[in-house]
Nanobody, 123 residues
């Protein structure tokens, strides 16, 4: 079983940037496809981005394409989400997740989850 811990969230003005990190422990990260999701109060958890085992393939939600970049460093057991040109509508709790499956975009396809990190974008 893998444990995931997110960090890097915070308060930023619209147009600014943040980089989220997700560090894994318990098992090597290179065994898992990794994803980022986000959730606002009262709404479902939405897919943001996913990255393949080696990092050679990535997939993004249309709402973040061109602004967010997912990457991974398997040697450091860490996945990143670089978020640029942030908008107030990006405000949410961001979660990283791991799955043994190939690239997936739905919550039910992921097996392990972190506790989340809050991102707040002010206008």
């Amino acid at each position: 079983q893998v444990q995931l811990v997110e960090s890097g969230g915070g308060l930023v003005q619209a147009g600014g940037s943040l980089r989220l990190s997700c560090e894994a422990s318990g098992r090597t990260l290179s065994r898992y496809t990794m994803g980022w999701f986000r959730q606002t109060p009262g709404k479902e958890r939405d897919f943001v981005a996913a990255i393949s085992l080696s990092g050679s393939s990535t997939y993004y939600a249309d709402s973040v394409k061109g602004r967010f970049t997912i990457s991974r460093d398997n040697a450091k057991n860490t996945v990143y989400l670089q978020m640029n040109s942030l908008r107030p509508e990006d405000t949410a709790v961001y979660y990283c997740a791991a799955t043994f499956r190939v690239l997936r975009t739905t919550v039910d396809m992921y097996d392990y989850w972190g506790q989340g990190t809050q991102v707040t974008v002010s206008s």
